[in-house]
């Protein structure tokens, strides 16, 4: 899914990546917030976090854990360093459920058998913050 250089509005697809994302469609959700990194010229390392932390759901999900932890470490990584709040999202809240199911999968890589899916949060705006 790209659009080029096209002119269309950046927020439409950034709100929709957040829908999907919070309807659990992970991999849709990527390809959103792609198209928004693709054509932003500013904050390309937070959309950029944001795409893995949605891929790493997606393959948790999936229970590619190994592929869950790749994509984990890389999105928490550029992530914390937008925490608490950046464009109105609560990262730290998204670093924080990340990273505890990091951990999870960290414990449990002989044993991905017995994994239990632990919740993903969801991602909150915070409309009040300047």
Do not use: R
Request: aromatic share 14%; glycine share 4%.
């Amino acid at each position: 899914m790209e659009v080029g250089n096209n002119h269309f509005d950046i927020d439409k697809y950034f709100n929709l990546g957040i829908k999907l994302y919070n309807n659990e469609e992970y991999y849709l959700a990527h390809d959103c917030f792609e198209i928004v990194w693709k054509n932003v010229e500013n904050d390309k390392v937070f959309y950029q976090g944001l795409i893995q932390i949605a891929v790493a759901n997606y393959h948790y999900k999936k229970k590619n854990y190994k592929s869950a932890i790749e994509q984990y470490k890389k999105g928490i990584d550029k992530l914390k360093q937008y925490v608490p709040y950046y464009l109105k999202i609560d990262v730290l809240t998204i670093v924080n459920n990340s990273s505890s199911i990091l951990s999870l999968l960290n414990g449990n890589s002989k044993t991905n058998c017995l994994i239990k899916i632990k919740k993903i949060n969801k991602i909150t705006l915070c409309d009040n913050l300047h």
